[in-house]
T-cell receptor, first 113, second 115 residues
Framework: AQSVTQLGSHVSVSEGALVLLRCNYS??????LFWYVQYPNQGLQLLLK??????LVKGINGFEAEFKKSETSFHLTKPSAHMSDAAEYFC???????????FGKGTRLHILP | DARVTQTPRHKVTEMGQEVTMRCQPI?????VFWYRQTMMQGLELLAY????????DSGMPKDRFSAEMPDATLATLKIQPSEPRDSAVYFC?????????????FGPGTRLTVT
């Protein structure tokens, strides 16, 4: 069985500060890992994905995430937060055995002026 | 710019009424997913299809929900009869499946309110 745990349902950072959103996964097989973003009143959009290539993955809008097998983590970071980053972020896990993606509960990111 | 489309975007109905939500996946995508999002439960997978065949509908209340793909360009999610606890945002997503299964493209959602 696969699952993801996102630490913190709400995270607030000041504009220009580092963004760090935490995600830990559980998987009995080598995982595929993703971060999706949801802006208000919209569907989810893929930010970045890890599929067993480079452990440091770069995505859109300046975000990146690092796969750490020893820590079973896939934390999302951005060096400098922008007001437009305010959204809900979902960590997700999948395997190559079926098409399903298991989503975490989400972390709402607030950007303080 | 290929997108998943969903209709209607908003639906308000009374308890007991039938609700039908429609989704047009991106042309060429062979997997379609239905999700429900609520504040309490987050994002839940209701059902998904590959090549129009239902593969997993274990997340769906069978007594009142049904999901179909009449053809490759249309997926439907039906609730009959609807109940207030069905109030949620329902998302459809499509993907290429197989090695590209992680790329799910989401529609804008249907916001359902059952009074």
């Amino acid at each position: 069985a696969q699952s993801v745990t996102q630490l913190g349902s709400h995270v607030s950072v000041s504009e220009g500060a580092l963004v760090l959103l935490r995600c830990n996964y559980s998987s009995s097989v080598p995982p595929y890992l993703f971060w999706y973003v949801q802006y208000p009143n919209q569907g989810l959009q893929l930010l970045l994905k890890y599929t067993s290539a480079a452990t440091l993955v770069k995505g859109i809008n300046g975000f990146e995430a690092e796969f750490k097998k020893s820590e079973t983590s896939f934390h999302l970071t951005k060096p400098s937060a922008h007001m437009s980053d305010a959204a809900e972020y979902f960590c997700a896990v999948s395997s190559n055995r079926d098409d399903k993606i298991i989503f975490g509960k989400g972390t709402r990111l607030h950007i303080l002026p | 710019d290929a997108r998943v489309t969903q209709t209607p975007r908003h639906k308000v109905t009374e308890m007991g009424q039938e609700v039908t939500m429609r989704c047009q996946p991106i042309l060429g995508h062979n997997t379609v997913f239905w999700y429900r999002q609520t504040m309490m439960q987050g994002l839940e997978l209701l059902a998904y299809f590959r090549n129009r065949a239902p593969l997993d509908d274990s997340g769906m209340p069978k007594d009142r929900f049904s999901a179909e793909m009449p053809d490759a360009t249309l997926a439907t999610l039906k609730i009959q009869p609807s109940e207030p606890r069905d109030s949620a945002v329902y998302f459809c997503a499509s993907g290429l499946g197989g090695d590209y299964s992680y790329e799910q493209y989401f529609g804008p959602g249907t916001r359902l309110t059952v009074t």
